[in-house]
């Protein structure tokens, strides 16, 4: 079988796959919907089984219903709600598209210069690799722990519908949407260190529009960025992912001489995120 259907079945697997945001509407960070990102697969991540981190064992379990930690949680979630149509929940809704191309969208903006399949092939290619591992080290604990999703619990509907049904029996701890996000920002503020800050700060706030979006749990977001975190730094010490880094650090030095801009409004994003 062809890897690249091999790469399928696996995202499939991992409940990785793609989504279009049906119905879409337009906002000004955005002006297309996700498209499918099947072709942006071409090979399996870096790590092999053995090398990703065992997050059953690497994660205390989920807050307990009562306790001071699911409180913790659930202030979190009451905070975030009256932020419910304002341009921040249409920015988590957004954030919530699967597609690799839109996950890799949200930090066009933060990275400041575009990221794309024509600009930055080789980026693209490392972090389709760096997300199959990040999902691959999450989804053992969020089979684990079958942790309810916020929506879920509350019998409401997240910011993102055309989610719901994949995701309703899918555990939210860890967040591997989040995880990934985390993922990204370090990779990212790894090859672009003059905006280091800006990209770790679009990483925290890709992990909480899961919060904003009432698909997943604060502790959710913050137990996927130890997952990230750990499967960044095993990869570091991957030959093959040490190789494709030094050549996107070089493709990408190519894109900020050319002031290649984003193809996203980001005054439009700043200001939602400012909103919070």
């Keep these: ?52 981190p065992n997050a059953i064992a690497l994660l205390p379990p989920p807050p307990a219903p009562g306790s001071a930690a699911m409180e913790r949680d659930e202030q979190a979630r009451a905070a975030a709600l009256p932020v419910k149509g304002s341009p921040r929940y249409q920015l988590a809704a957004v954030d919530a598209v699967r597609t690799q191309q839109s ?31 990040v999902r691959a080290a999450s989804y053992p604990a969020k089979a684990h722990f079958r942790r309810q999703r916020p929506f879920v619990a509350n019998h409401v509907h997240s910011c993102y519908r055309d989610d719901e049904a ?21 990779v990212l503020a790894e090859l672009n260190p003059k905006r280091s800050g800006e990209i770790l700060q679009r990483g925290r706030e890709f992990g909480q529009s899961r919060v904003v979006c009432d698909q997943e749990w604060q502790s959710d977001i913050d137990a996927g960025r130890t997952i990230a975190t750990v499967t960044v730094s ?13 050549s996107a650090r070089n493709e990408v030095a190519a894109a900020l001489n050319a002031a290649m801009r984003p193809s996203r409004d980001c005054r439009a994003e700043a200001t939602a995120l400012a909103n919070r």
């Design 1 to 52: 079988m062809p890897t690249s259907k091999l790469v399928m079945l696996g995202i499939v697997a991992l409940g990785a796959v793609g989504v279009t945001l049906n119905g879409y509407v337009k906002v000004p960070w955005r002006d297309a919907a996700g498209t499918s990102d099947r072709g942006q697969f071409s090979r399996l991540g870096y790590l092999s089984p053995r090398e990703l």
């Design 103 to 133: 996950t890799v969208d949200a930090f066009q903006c933060a990275f400041g210069t575009a990221i794309t399949t024509k600009a930055t092939p080789k980026l693209i290619e490392l972090l389709s690799r760096v997300r199959l591992d």
């Design 166 to 186: 994949m995701v309703q029996e899918d555990g939210s701890y860890p967040s591997a949407r989040g995880a990934v996000g985390w993922a990204y920002a370090l």
């Design 234 to 246: 095993r990869l570091k010490a991957n030959a093959a992912f040490r190789s494709d880094l030094a």
